[in-house]
């Protein structure tokens, strides 16, 4: 089967409609496109565990804030329908705006708690707005398996909580992170990176990695930790740190003390482009 | 086929498996219990409609203020029982509160604009407590079609604009409000009524239909429409209104002329008993 582009939710479901009935299991790849080796990890995972593997690209203007890079966000959608085709993607969902938004969204989801630290406080709506674009797409692809990537750690549990609170049925997979050879987390973001930018972005997971290697070391005070990765940070006057925080990795909540797995997570800003990383650290 | 009583949602799930394979019709009439001839006249409509015909009752927390009667309400789990029974219900789903909410529900279905007058500011969070568990329902259940009545209105719109909001692949039916002799609309909560207060209670819905007369005598200005619904309450001493508006039927936003359907709605409290009722007005 070759893959199909489809852009109306009546047509994806009429699609869907024949495979769901002779009981094959649909995977679902929710992205913004942009396609690159993170999503390729993704798609490689899905494709082994499901028999329909379906990619969404949506560029979802309810998850960006009034100042974000909505309209700067990357788009394009013929790379994207080639990287689907080499990754034998059966069918790519690519909606409009206008037929995912037919009217303003007066309903949204909203996850309360695990929102509150991170990315949280810095992007108000972010997190609603993607509970809320997600929860549309597994309504309307009702996928079994839904394949996300652990770099957006905080998306991840949001979906995760909003999955089991709702009761959806669909199994939710993470996907490790992708890394170039210096270590820096895959994302659609970094093309913008100016070649100085560039030299200069792995040190997020330096400074993540710091943190790691003194929680191994045996240290247990999450303030030292932190200080260690942030001492990284500030080696690079070129980066602007918004946050570095150690949770605890069901509710990501800060964390004092170490007594069990903890996510040490940064975002920081190189110029314009905003990086975000993370790490599991299992004591 | 009997009626079966269900309180797992892994059992409800494995029960409708089968009956979604064989592409049979799945409908849900979701309800709290202490079933009346207003559920009645929802069940017979599901049981014309509908293959397999479910009915929850649940008496959801999340819908009730802290001063609410969420202890108060009205359980009668056999009487409700022996009624799906003789109304040729399949499958009643009646799951314990642990159940439902394991763990704190930190996810919550918000939707906007159509809360914001009638019930809404007098009830903060049920709309939002009703939205989370019909779409924790909807996803349980996975019905094609569901039952709601009339006589909560706003409640239906709530429901109505989650399921276009969400992309959520049911129907939603709504069924006409059952009134007693006398024009009190049914409702579980009329069994507290002392015999004086039952007495005083059909007013509610002779206000409605002051209001729906002046419309009829040619009444455009929505102000004068209601004065002359809360004249026919201020006849009543024991009679304390809530509200009483007249609202557009689709967001249920106030109106101030008339120059479309409009629906008047009303909330009184007699006593300790809080009643609503509302009516659509086609003029």
Do not use: W
């Amino acid at each position: 089967m070759s893959t199909e582009l489809v852009q109306t939710i009546a047509e994806i479901r009429h699609r869907l409609e024949s495979i769901r009935s002779s009981h094959q299991i649909i995977g679902l790849v929710p992205t913004m496109g942009a396609l690159h080796a993170g999503h390729e990890s993704l798609i490689q995972q899905a494709r082994k565990e499901a028999d329909c593997l379906v990619v969404s690209i949506f560029v979802n203007p309810l998850q960006f804030g009034p100042k974000e890079d909505y309209t700067r966000y990357p788009r394009m959608p013929e790379a994207d329908l080639d990287f689907c085709r080499r990754l034998d993607v059966d069918l790519i969902f690519a909606p409009e705006v206008e037929e995912m938004y037919p009217t303003p969204s007066l309903t949204s989801v909203e996850v309360a708690r695990m929102t509150d630290h991170l990315c949280g406080p810095f992007r108000p709506g972010h997190f609603s707005g993607v509970a809320t674009v997600v929860a549309k797409l597994f309504h309307i692809i009702q996928p079994q398996r839904a394949y996300f990537g652990e770099k957006d750690a905080q998306q991840l549990r949001v979906i995760e909580r909003m999955v089991s609170d709702l009761n959806l049925a669909v199994t939710v997979v993470a996907v490790p992170t992708v890394r170039e050879s210096d270590g820096l987390a895959v994302s659609s973001r970094n093309q913008y990176l100016s070649p100085e930018e560039r030299r200069s972005a792995p040190i997020l997971y330096r400074a993540l990695q710091a943190a790691q290697q003194a929680i191994a070391e045996g240290v247990l005070d999450c303030g030292e930790a932190r200080k260690r990765a942030l001492a990284v940070l500030e080696q690079d006057q070129s980066v602007k740190v918004e946050y570095l925080e150690i949770v605890d990795p069901e509710e990501m909540q800060p964390v004092e003390q170490i007594t069990g797995p903890v996510r040490v997570a940064g975002a920081i800003r190189i110029g314009a482009i905003r990086l975000i990383d993370n790490l599991l650290i299992a004591p």
